[in-house]
C-alpha cells in the first residue's frame, strides 16, 4: 500500500484529490495538510468526503511529514511549493507538484512571470513535466513530475496531432480558452463572487496569463524552435470546466477527415483522449468530473485554418486527476485506477 501525504488539501484541487483517491486500492491517504484549519476534520471543510470522516487537516512540519508517506501531491499556491518540494525530493520522495513552481525549465521565464525567484535550480533539473501523452517514459522514471496547468493541458493535447504531422504553421497558432471559475481556486476575491460571475463573460489576462510561457516552453520543445503564441483566457459562470479553441493556418491543403484520422492514430493509445467523429465537437458538461479531454477537428477551407476544439474539466484533468494519472505511472499502477469515473452530467 502506498502511503500518500496531500499538501493542500483544503482546497478545490486538494479536495479532487481526495475524492478520487477514495476508491484508489493501492493508496492509503496518511496525512493532509491546510494552515489555516489545522485541527478541523476534513468533513469540517467538505462534508461530502465522509470516508475520511476520521482524518484531520494538520500544520505542514515537513521533518514531521517525512515519517508519514512516500508520495507527496503538492497542492499549494504558486511559490509556496519550492521549499516543501526541494525538501522532500532531498529525502528521496516521489512528488507531483500542482502547482507551476517546477514547470517551467528556465528559471528566469519563471521570475519573470511569476515576479519571485526560484531557488532550486538542482531539482527544478529533475522535473518532469506531467502531460502523460508527450512524456510518458520520462514520468515513469521521474521522482518530480510537475503537474501541468489547465489551460495548457487542453491547448497542447489539442495542438500536439497538428504539429506531429506538419499540418499547421506554428507561428499562426491562436488559442481562446474559456474556463470555470473553479480554476482560480477557493479565495475570497470579490470578482469570483456568484453575483460577479453570474449572467457574465469577461476575458482576463490577455497577453500576460502565466500559462503563456508553458504553453510556449512545450510547443518549443516540439517544434525545435522558438514559438510564441496568442493566448486568451475567459472566466464563465461555470462551476468547472475548460473549452479552448485553438486557430492556425494550414501549411498544406488538408481534408478533415485526413486530419481527424491524424488525430486518432496519434492518440490511439492513450486512454484519456476522445477524438469526436466530423462535425461533433465537445461540450465541457460531458467531461465534467472526468480525466478525459475530449477534441473536435474541422478545416475551414475558405481561410486555410484548422480549428480545434478541446474540453477538459479543470479540476480532473488540468489537475487533481492528471496528477493522480502520473502518481500511477511513476509508481507502475495501471495507468485509469482509480480514473473510472463517469462524468457529473445534470
Not at 493542500?8 to 479532487?16: F, I, L, M, P, R
Not at 469526436?276 to 465541457?284: A, Q, T
Request: with cysteine.
Amino acid at each position: 500500500m502506498l502511503k500518500v501525504a496531500i499538501c493542500g488539501g483544503s482546497g478545490y484541487t486538494g479536495a479532487e484529490l481526495l475524492r478520487i483517491l477514495t476508491v484508489h486500492p493501492e493508496v492509503e491517504i496518511t496525512a493532509v495538510t491546510a494552515e489555516k484549519s489545522a485541527g478541523k476534520k476534513i468533513t469540517d471543510i467538505f462534508p461530502h468526503l465522509h470516508h475520511y470522516g476520521s482524518l484531520s487537516y494538520e500544520p505542514l512540519d515537513r521533518e514531521k511529514l517525512c515519517s508519514k508517506a512516500d508520495l507527496f501531491f503538492m497542492a499549494l499556491p504558486h511559490a509556496a511549493s519550492q521549499d516543501s518540494v526541494d525538501f522532500f525530493v532531498r529525502e528521496k520522495k516521489k512528488v507531483v507538484d500542482l502547482s507551476a513552481d517546477f514547470r517551467l525549465r528556465d528559471p528566469k521565464v519563471y521570475e519573470e512571470w511569476y515576479r519571485v525567484p526560484h531557488k532550486y535550480n538542482a531539482t527544478l533539473k529533475k522535473s518532469i513535466y506531467g502531460l502523460p501523452e508527450l512524456y510518458r517514459k520520462e514520468i515513469a522514471r521521474a521522482d518530480l513530475v510537475a503537474n501541468p496547468g489547465c489551460y495548457p493541458t487542453g491547448a497542447l493535447i489539442a495542438i500536439y496531432p497538428a504539429l506531429k504531422h506538419s499540418f499547421i504553421d506554428p507561428v499562426t497558432i491562436v488559442i481562446d480558452s474559456k474556463s470555470g471559475t473553479s480554476g482560480a481556486g477557493r479565495q475570497s476575491d470579490v470578482s469570483f463572487f456568484y453575483c460577479e460571475v453570474n449572467e457574465g463573460l469577461k476575458a482576463y489576462g490577455i497577453g500576460k496569463h502565466r500559462h503563456t510561457p508553458e504553453i510556449e516552453q512545450e510547443l518549443a520543445a516540439l517544434t525545435g524552435k522558438s514559438i510564441v503564441v496568442n493566448f486568451t483566457p475567459h472566466l464563465i459562470p461555470l462551476d468547472r470546466g475548460i473549452l479552448s479553441t485553438v486557430y492556425a493556418k494550414l501549411m498544406r491543403r488538408a481534408e478533415t477527415t485526413e486530419v481527424i484520422e491524424a488525430y486518432r492514430d496519434t492518440y490511439a493509445k492513450e486512454p484519456f483522449v476522445r477524438i469526436l467523429d466530423e462535425g461533433s465537437f465537445p461540450n465541457v458538461k460531458h467531461v465534467r468530473g472526468t480525466n478525459f479531454c475530449e477534441v473536435g477537428i474541422t478545416v475551414n477551407t475558405r481561410t486555410s485554418t484548422l480549428i480545434i476544439v478541446s474540453t477538459i474539466d479543470n479540476l480532473v484533468k488540468g489537475a487533481s486527476g492528471q496528477a493522480v494519472q502520473n502518481m500511477n505511472i511513476m509508481m507502475g499502477f495501471e495507468e485509469r485506477v482509480a480514473l473510472k469515473i463517469p462524468a457529473l452530467f445534470p
